[in-house]
């Protein structure tokens, strides 16, 4: 697997890729007309590309790609502002899911955060998804509390010396 930042011209299987894992993943907890409907407002290919260019010049967090033989098969989010940091996406491909890449994408975008400096990560994981909480919580992620249909969690990075 290659980890590379997210070109604009990765927007549509950015969007590919998240209707399927989104259909994969929340198909017994949202109609499928709900997910649609979410795909098209929270994908639409205009938004997407504008995150993609923005995280590609530092401006807003990072989105990377996972890919595989030049397909793409996952991605990551993290959106950083001047008072947090959140994970706000990270989904693949159903058909490439527990071979360690989401583990090895996590780590990698973990160490970029920590590089800039940034100490805290938020994210918010729909409260029936259990891979989803099982992987995080397997990553150091610990529940912070309920949020409408998400459990809230947050990692605190120890600095290089373990504090
Ligand atoms: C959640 C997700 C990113 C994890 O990535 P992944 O590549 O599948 O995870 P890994 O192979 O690195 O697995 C790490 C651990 O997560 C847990 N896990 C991952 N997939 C699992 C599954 N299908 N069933 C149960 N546990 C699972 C396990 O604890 C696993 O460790 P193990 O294999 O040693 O038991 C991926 O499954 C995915 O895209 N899911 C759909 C979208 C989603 O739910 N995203 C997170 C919320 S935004």
Redesign the pocket.
Known sequence: MEIRQLRESDAESVIEVARL?WE??YQSIYSHEFIESWIREKYAKHAISDQITRSASGQNGIFLGAFQNNKLI?FIHAVVNDFETEIA????LPGF???????ELLRTAEEILRSRGLRRVRLY?QKQ?N??I??YQ?HGYSDAGYCDDDIEMVKTFQDRRGI
């Open positions: 894992s994969w993943t996952g996406r990270l989904y693949f899911t527990r071979r360690g890449f989401g583990s994981v998804n891979i989803g099982v992987f397997k």
